[in-house]
């Protein structure tokens, strides 16, 4: 079920392990912005989970063998976005 085997006469490119990397990484430099104390740090720690485990997630469910598998292990990366600020800059 990987997205690497693509059709090759495919144009689009769906490099969502990078994307979601990138992702993780950007949520990290944009909550290093913030003040933490000890009411927003909780939640702060919340996110940056969140957003960097979407990239775990993904890759696991790229590696699935059905596609009923795949399926749910993805449902699992777009539920976790919900919890990311940024959640609509990742695509799915």
Do not use: W
């Not at 969502?16 to 000890?38: C, M, N, P, W, Y």
């Not at 720690?45 to 009923?68: C, F, H, L, P, W």
Request: hydrophobic share 35%; aromatic share 8%; net charge negative.
């Amino acid at each position: 079920m990987s997205n690497k085997a693509q059709n090759p006469n495919d144009k689009k490119k769906y490099d969502l392990e990078e994307r979601t990397a990138q992702f993780g990484e950007a949520i990290i430099e944009l909550v290093k912005t913030f003040h933490q104390d000890s009411i927003n740090s909780p939640l702060i720690n919340q996110i940056v989970r969140a957003a960097t485990s979407i990239e775990a997630n993904y890759m696991e469910a790229d590696g699935t063998e059905s596609k009923k598998d795949f399926q749910h292990k993805i449902s699992i990366c777009c539920s976790l976005q919900f919890f990311c600020p940024e959640r609509s800059s990742f695509g799915i």
